[in-house]
């Protein structure tokens, strides 16, 4: 015997724990594979055996909760109703959504809303896929996946208003999308010699910019730490001294010991810089000095504030440190992150194993 099936509820009734035993009440609502979340203010109390009042205020809340949920329903189900009024089959796709790339594949072709579907969406893939850029060369593979990313976004806004029933782009599997995958962030780091090259080359305008940058390759800060490092963040004991802060990016708190390469680094004088350690310009600016510096030093790499972050982790790895130390000093959350560093540093080991093939 087939069991019959039901329409699944698109709002539910969730439970967020607070501070002493409390918890906050909100809805969870998915409609028309889009989802929301709406809270209530609503709030139960931790109830004790005997502590009437609590649940008398527990039994109120969880009713007007209820009958939230009720009418949050209803809504939906009125929306679907009225999506199938509002659908417009003379919709033009373009008409939806504009975008250089989008024109071009279409070449004039009069493709409406509802029209779209997966063949069409895998086609798009490969027109990003072997289509150039604006400069003639070819499309950068994150910036095809933004530009599809933007259709399928489109089209799920489309789905959300009831003008299509379904999102045709979630029906691409992962190996079809595989197609714009990017081949992953170009870690940029420099070797022991080219951070010396750059130590030599010094410059006059951008000291400050330099003296941050090769303080962050010693301690692996990203320029978001190393912008608002105070003097009061740098910490003494004993004869050594260390960092202590609070990362801005994931406000994990991250004690870094100093090594005297990095304190060579520091400023000599605390002067009025509302404390900060560094007097640094706007971040465009010291990505445009790195840039000259890397030339001026004969680095042929392309050089940001953030290749001091994998050059300090990099040169750990390579010089005995272990992964779990390595991933404490970046204030890694988890030890994957830091598994890419010792996969760059082995395949330059094989490189390196390799050359014997080029002399025998």
């Known amino acids: 015997m087939v069991k019959p099936t039901y329409p699944k509820d698109p709002v539910t009734v969730r439970f967020r724990p607070l501070a002493r035993g409390r918890q906050s009440i909100y809805l969870d609502i998915y409609h028309n594979g889009c989802r929301r979340y709406e809270f209530l203010r609503l709030y139960l109390w931790p109830a004790q ?18 009958a939230i949920k009720a009418r949050r329903t209803q809504e939906c189900l009125l929306r679907t109703q009225s999506a199938h009024h509002r659908k417009c089959p003379s919709l033009l796709f373009t008409d939806w959504m504009a975008g250089v790339h989008l024109t071009t594949f279409l070449a004039g072709r009069r493709v409406r809303l509802h029209e779209v579907d997966k063949p069409m969406l895998l086609d798009f893939i490969h027109h990003l896929h072997s289509t150039t850029s604006r400069r003639g060369g070819p499309l950068n593979p994150s910036s095809a996946g933004l530009y599809f990313a933007a259709v399928v976004s489109a089209l799920q806004q489309a789905c959300c208003d009831g003008l299509i029933d379904e999102n045709p782009a979630r029906r ?53 730490d190393v912008a608002t490092l105070r003097h009061t963040d740098i910490k003494t004991e004993g004869e050594r001294r260390y960092i202590d802060k609070t990362m801005v990016k994931t406000r994990r708190h991250i004690v870094i010991p100093l090594s005297a390469s990095a304190e060579r680094w520091l400023p000599q004088s605390q002067g009025p810089n509302g404390g900060l350690v560094f007097r640094l310009p706007t971040f465009r600016w010291v990505e445009i000095c790195l840039k000259r510096m890397a030339r001026d030093a004969g680095i042929a790499k392309d050089l940001t504030f953030h290749s001091a972050r994998h050059t ?12 779990y130390t390595v991933s404490r000093l970046l204030g890694h959350s988890n030890i994957r992150s830091t598994q890419i560093y010792a996969d760059i540093v082995e395949q330059k080991k094989l490189e390196a194993v390799s050359r014997f093939d080029d002399v025998f």
Do not use: W, Y
């Not at 055996?49 to 209820?66: F, L, P, Y």
């Not at 750059?198 to 320029?223: E, I, P």
């Not at 300090?312 to 992964?323: C, K, N, P």
């Open 312 to 323: 300090f982790a990099t040169l750990q790895i390579t010089l005995g440190s272990d992964l």
């Open 49 to 66: 055996r005997g502590d009437q009042a609590s649940r008398q205020h527990n039994d109120e809340v969880m009713k007007q909760a209820m």
């Open 172 to 224: 691409l599997s992962a190996e079809e999308r595989k197609v714009l995958a990017s081949p992953g962030p170009r870690h940029s780091h420099l070797t022991i010699d080219e951070i010396k090259a750059l130590q030599a080359v010094g410059h006059r305008r951008g000291k400050d910019t330099l003296a941050a940058f090769l303080f962050a390759c010693f301690t692996g800060l990203r320029f978001s």
